[in-house]
């Protein structure tokens, strides 16, 4: 049983998440405003793009470590539609999977969560978003290390580091990546970024007497798009504080105070309607670390709706 945690009483000032929780099938129980979750236990991506793989075992350890978070808000609910898999390889298969299911949620109203799984996650999640708002203009808001806007090698295919790139072949894009590191992308990501019109700050940019512009970016993405969708990498943080990720970055961001008031800004959008959370590695995991993390800033999310 994976959603568990501390029991203190069936009255609602005592609940905790894993209380709230319904596993489901069906989605015609999807209602307005109801929280949808998705596992894409994959990381065929992560692979492919010569990772270190283990992130499709994440998904539940990350449900784990979200069980035991209080309920703040009386109309909370959690849907848990289970895993995607990719045993046979088959990667287009399984973000097309995900895209479908990702479609049926938000036609209902439900706001779309996934945990990864590999950043290919990326292409899935917004291929449902896109189709389920035909004609709406998306805004990405992309919290990583990296742009992931390789251009897919003839003899491999897409992996988790094309996302961005398989996205801008379908139409003009309008994304924000926050967290961008020099020492992990090089001059022709950076010179496909521009050419693509991506907007970035660097990781370096990331500080609290800084934040004014980095609200500024933030809003100007939030305000040219109909729905926002919110996309996190967990290879952005220092591996001190998330060690299990595909491939930890050593001079990379924390979860500091500047970093909590730029994320529940975007959080605070009411776009806002898809967020995901990907390359959470419990194979180099320290005590559940990363995943508790990662766990958390789903939290930020329901503390605030």
């Given at each position: 049983m994976i959603w568990q945690g501390r029991f203190d009483g069936e009255d609602p000032l005592y609940h905790r998440i894993f209380q709230r929780v319904?596993?489901?099938?069906?989605y015609s129980n999807v209602s307005p405003n109801d929280f949808v979750l998705h596992g894409f236990a994959v990381d065929e991506g992560v692979k492919r793009n010569k990772g270190r793989v283990g992130a499709k075992d994440a998904p539940d350890i990350i449900r784990k470590n979200m069980s035991n978070f209080p309920v703040v808000n009386p109309q909370f609910s959690l849907k848990d539609f289970g895993n995607i898999n990719c045993d046979d390889g088959n990667l287009d298969k399984s973000?097309?999977?995900?895209?479908?299911?990702?479609?049926?949620?938000?036609?209902r109203g439900g706001k779309s969560i996934v945990l990864g799984g590999?950043?290919?996650?990326?292409?899935?999640?917004?291929?449902?978003?896109?189709?389920?708002?035909?004609?709406?203009?998306?805004?990405?808001?992309?919290?990583?290390?990296h742009f992931d806007n390789r251009e897919p090698q003839e003899s491999v295919g897409p992996s988790s580091?094309?996302?961005?790139?398989?996205?801008?072949?379908?139409?003009?894009?309008?994304?924000?990546?926050?967290?961008?590191?020099?020492?992990?992308?090089?001059?022709?990501?950076?010179?496909?970024?521009?050419?693509?019109?991506?907007?970035?700050?660097?990781?370096?940019?990331?500080?609290?007497?800084n934040l004014?512009?980095?609200?500024?970016?933030?809003?100007?993405?939030?305000?040219?798009?109909d729905v926002l969708y919110l996309t996190i990498c967990m290879d952005v943080f220092n591996a001190s504080i998330a060690p299990g990720v595909s491939a930890a970055a050593y001079n990379g961001i924390?979860?500091?105070?500047?970093?909590?008031?730029?994320?529940?800004?975007?959080?605070?959008?009411?776009?806002?309607?898809?967020?995901?959370?990907?390359?959470v590695?419990?194979?180099?995991?320290?005590?559940?670390?990363t995943a508790r993390l990662a766990a958390s800033l789903v939290n930020e999310w329901f503390l605030l709706k």
């Open positions: 319904s596993l489901e099938n069906n973000q097309n999977e995900l895209a479908e299911k990702v479609t049926e949620v938000l036609k590999g950043h290919e996650i990326t292409y899935a999640h917004y291929s449902g978003i896109k189709n389920a708002f035909p004609g709406k203009k998306i805004g990405i808001i992309n919290i990583d290390a580091g094309t996302g961005f790139w398989q996205i801008v072949q379908e139409g003009p894009i309008n994304s924000l990546h926050i967290g961008i590191q020099r020492n992990s992308n090089t001059l022709k990501l950076f010179d496909t970024a521009h050419q693509y019109g991506m907007k970035y700050i660097l990781a370096e940019e990331l500080f609290f007497e004014p512009a980095v609200y500024q970016k933030i809003d100007e993405v939030t305000a040219s798009c924390f979860a500091d105070s500047a970093f909590m008031h730029y994320f529940k800004h975007i959080l605070k959008s009411e776009k806002l309607l898809a967020f995901d959370i990907a390359e590695n419990p194979v180099f995991d320290l005590n559940e670390r």
